[in-house]
Each structure stands twice: as structure tokens, then as C-alpha cells.
């Protein structure tokens, strides 16, 4: 006798990337019968007009950006002023931003009309959470509390209640409580570092460019925003990064403008700024039983790239997409097979990644000359190899 279900599909976290599979399901031509429902304690809520830009934003690779264009989130998006970026610049503080050594990567030159979107987190998230609700997708506001797999059914407690559903899947973040309690933690690495993050309306036109300047310390990145102003990836050590947010307005803009280089001229702090720890990991595995993992919960990475959410969006439409085939074939949403595919299909590209990021990362921070000689000269060799520079752009661009 089959086990009654509550849903086909039980999401856990309605962050950008849960969000994001419960939009794609729910509009996808195979998927849209299903019934979904996303289990969130605190949805994220559409900012008001003329509310100010929150401090978290993300660089979206065009891969993000089709997947929102797709599910119709991109006009919410666009609209708290998307910024669109057509060069990038890279180099080290040994250098100069317009010496021989700077890395520099120019959309119209590599024939792309931009090489991503500066976008606004909560935007991207509540976009994508109204466009699931939209076309019929449950929002259940609790936290799950508990998973039990099962061979016909996988049950997700919320408190005392219980919720069966063929597909548990969790995008509950980097701390996810549900990944531990399917058995797939994996190992957590704390880099010596934390990320400062703030707004700065700088002197000069940041000219729809993004920079990044490697400290000794690690990577100063300047960000263009569609009004003008800058919004700063500053990593560093957790000394420094607290010793930076606890600095007044002036101060912490000199400081800025010194890391930078002077490269858009004097900054000036245009909102308060916050701090977050810096961690990698990759899960033991990606899925169980009627269950998987997805975005953070799955992978947490460096933010230098401006990687973590883009590869979420990746394992969204991986997912999706063996989803929509389980379903093409009679099979169920949570059939072993699928859920087999879609990790095959994510997880060495991810661990790649993350093995990268955390290259690039060590590589910058190394005190060594020999190794800053090296990496000067590889930033160099890297921008006078156009094949190699494609390559690259391709990854950035959202290529699996
Ligand atoms: C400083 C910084 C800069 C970054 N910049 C970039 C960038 O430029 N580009 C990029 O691609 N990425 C960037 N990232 C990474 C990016 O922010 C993350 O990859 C992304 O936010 C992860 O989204 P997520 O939906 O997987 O997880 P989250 O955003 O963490 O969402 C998880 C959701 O799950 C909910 N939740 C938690 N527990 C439960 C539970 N028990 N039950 C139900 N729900 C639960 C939470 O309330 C939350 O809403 C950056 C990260 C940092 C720290």
C-alpha cells in the first residue's frame, strides 16, 4: 500500500537557491503539476521602492542571470537597479591596476555583451520566492526540526508536525541542520579570514568595471552598483576585519582608499558595513535516500570569484532538469537514479571549484617573493593568452 504524501517535493531554506528550484519546478513544463512546497522560517521579504540597496550583493553569472530570466524573476531584479559589469580588472599590490601584470578581462573584446550582473541578494530571493508562490508553490513558515528517509517516503518534522513528501530537498545554507541529519557532513575548513563588506561612493566613475586588488592579507574587490556608488568584498584577517567595522565613517573610507589603491580616487562611506566569517566546504556526499542537497548546504566557498551563488544556480538547474526527466519517464521526483545523476553531474565540478578558489586564495596570501614573483608573472602570462582568458570567461559566465 503506498504512503500517503503531503507533497512531491518538500524544499527546506527559501534563501536565492531553494528559491530558485521551487520557481524552476513550479514554471517547467514537466515539473509544474507537482506539488511543491518551500519550508522557511523567515522568507525574504520584496524590498520597498526607494528602499536603500541592502549590503548583500552578489555577482551573477549569465547562467544565474538566464535561470532568472526563465522563471520570469529577472523584471523584480532588474528593476532594484541590476548593474551590469563589462570589464573586470585583477592585480596584485605589488603592482600597479595599469601595469603589464594586471589581468584584465573586457566583454566587448571577448564578444559578450557584459560579463555579469551586480545584483541585490534579498531581491534575488524574493523575486524568486514570489514567482514560486505565483504558480501555486506552498509556503510553509517553520523551521524543520527533523528528516526520517524512507524507502516509499521521506518525512521532514517541523516541530511536531510531520510533512511526507516523495523529495526532501535541503537549501538551508552553509550551517544546514538538515544535511548533519542525513548523515552527509563533510569536513568544514575556517579560512584565517573574514570578509568586510560595505557601500562607498567613490571620487571617479567606477565605469561599470570589477576590480580586485590581492593584499598581502587577502582580496580587496570593488564591485559596481547601477547608482554609482561601490559595494566592497574586503577580506582580511578577523583582527583587521574587526579593527575595519569598528572604525568611523572617515576613517574606515580612508582605509578603504588606501587598500584600493586610489584607483577611483578618494572613497567615501555611503552605509554601515558588516562582517561575515569565510569557510569552505564540500558534503560527504550530495544526496540520500529521497533526499539532496543543494547550494551553500551542498558547498560553501570563497567569495573572491563571486562563485557561491552561481554554482547554486547550477546544481538548481541540474536538479531540475533530472527532476523533470524522472517525472517524463512515470518515475518519482525522489527515484534513486535521478537523485544519482544529479550528483554525478554537480559534484565534481563544485569540488573543482572549491579546490581553485582555495588556490587562488593561498596563492594571493603567500608571503613569499618567490611566490609573489610567481604569481605576478602567472596574472601576466594569463592576460596575454587569449584562449586561456576565454576559458575563463566562459567559467565565469556560468559554464558548468
Ligand atoms: C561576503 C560574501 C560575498 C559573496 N559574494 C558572492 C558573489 O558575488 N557571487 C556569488 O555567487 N556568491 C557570493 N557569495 C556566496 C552567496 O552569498 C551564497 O552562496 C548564497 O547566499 C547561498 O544561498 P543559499 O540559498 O544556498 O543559502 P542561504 O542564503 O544561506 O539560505 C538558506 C535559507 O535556509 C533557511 N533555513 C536555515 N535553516 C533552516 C531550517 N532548519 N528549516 C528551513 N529553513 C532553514 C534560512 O533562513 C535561509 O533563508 C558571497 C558570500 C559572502 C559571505
Known amino acids: 500500500m503506498s504512503?500517503?504524501?503531503?507533497?512531491?517535493?518538500?524544499?527546506?531554506?527559501?534563501?536565492?537557491?531553494?528559491?530558485?528550484?521551487?520557481?524552476?519546478?513550479?514554471?517547467?513544463?514537466?515539473?509544474?503539476?507537482?506539488?511543491?512546497?518551500?519550508?522557511?522560517?523567515?522568507?525574504?521579504?520584496?524590498?520597498?521602492?526607494?528602499?536603500?540597496?541592502?549590503?548583500?550583493?552578489?555577482?551573477?553569472?549569465?547562467a544565474g542571470e538566464c535561470l532568472l530570466r526563465d522563471?520570469?524573476?529577472?523584471?523584480?531584479?532588474?528593476?532594484?537597479?541590476?548593474?551590469?559589469?563589462?570589464?573586470?580588472?585583477?592585480?596584485?599590490?605589488?603592482?600597479?591596476?595599469?601595469?603589464?601584470?594586471?589581468?584584465?578581462?573586457?566583454?566587448?573584446?571577448?564578444?559578450?555583451?557584459?560579463?555579469?550582473?551586480?545584483?541585490?541578494?534579498?531581491?534575488?530571493?524574493?523575486?524568486?520566492?514570489?514567482?514560486?508562490?505565483?504558480r501555486g508553490v506552498t509556503l510553509i513558515r517553520e523551521r524543520a526540526t527533523g528528516l526520517e528517509p524512507g524507502a516509499d517516503v521521506a518525512t521532514l518534522a517541523l516541530g511536531e508536525r510531520r510533512l511526507r513528501a516523495g523529495l526532501v530537498v535541503a537549501a538551508d545554507g552553509a550551517d544546514s541542520p538538515l544535511r548533519a541529519l542525513a548523515g552527509l557532513a563533510g569536513e568544514v575548513s575556517r579560512y584565517p579570514a573574514e570578509a568586510v563588506v560595505a557601500h562607498l561612493h567613490p571620487e571617479r566613475p567606477h565605469g561599470h568595471a570589477a576590480r580586485q586588488r590581492f593584499l598581502p592579507d587577502g582580496p580587496l574587490g570593488m564591485l559596481p552598483l547601477a547608482d554609482g556608488r561601490l559595494s566592497i568584498v574586503w577580506s582580511t584577517t578577523p583582527a583587521e576585519a574587526e579593527r575595519l567595522v569598528g572604525l568611523e565613517p572617515e576613517a574606515f573610507a580612508a582605509a578603504v582608499t588606501e587598500a584600493s589603491d586610489g584607483v577611483l580616487g578618494a572613497l567615501e562611506t555611503a552605509s554601515p558595513c558588516a562582517r561575515f566569517p569565510l569557510r569552505r566546504f564540500h558534503a560527504a556526499g550530495y544526496t540520500a535516500t529521497r533526499f539532496a542537497l543543494l547550494g551553500d548546504a551542498a558547498h560553501t566557498v570563497h567569495p573572491l570569484a563571486g562563485q557561491g551563488v552561481n554554482q547554486g544556480f547550477l546544481d538548481v538547474l541540474a536538479l531540475a532538469a533530472e527532476i523533470e526527466t524522472a517525472v517524463a519517464a512515470g518515475e518519482d521526483p525522489g527515484d534513486a537514479r535521478a537523485l544519482g545523476r544529479y550528483a554525478r553531474a554537480r559534484r565534481t565540478g563544485n569540488a573543482l571549484m572549491g579546490a581553485a578558489l582555495d588556490a587562488l586564495y593561498r596563492g594571493f596570501t603567500d608571503p613569499r617573493e618567490s611566490v609573489r614573483r610567481a604569481r605576478r608573472a602567472g596574472l601576466g602570462i594569463v592576460n596575454a593568452a587569449a584562449p586561456l582568458k576565454r576559458l575563463l570567461v566562459a567559467r565565469a559566465l556560468g559554464a558548468p
Open 3 to 62: 504512503v500517503r504524501r503531503d507533497f512531491d517535493v518538500l524544499i527546506a531554506g527559501a534563501g536565492m537557491v531553494g528559491a530558485a528550484l521551487a520557481a524552476r519546478l513550479a514554471t517547467g513544463e514537466r515539473t509544474r503539476e507537482l506539488r511543491v512546497a518551500l519550508v522557511e522560517p523567515a522568507p525574504v521579504l520584496a524590498p520597498l521602492p526607494g528602499e536603500p540597496l541592502d549590503l548583500r550583493v552578489s555577482a551573477l553569472s549569465r
Open 71 to 134: 522563471v520570469g524573476a529577472w523584471p523584480a531584479v532588474r528593476a532594484r537597479g541590476a548593474c551590469a559589469y563589462e570589464r573586470m580588472l585583477i592585480w596584485d599590490a605589488a603592482g600597479r591596476v595599469d601595469g603589464a601584470d594586471t589581468l584584465a578581462f573586457d566583454a566587448a573584446e571577448l564578444g559578450e555583451p557584459d560579463l555579469g550582473h551586480i545584483v541585490e541578494n534579498r531581491a534575488v530571493a524574493a523575486a524568486l520566492l514570489e514567482r514560486a508562490l505565483d
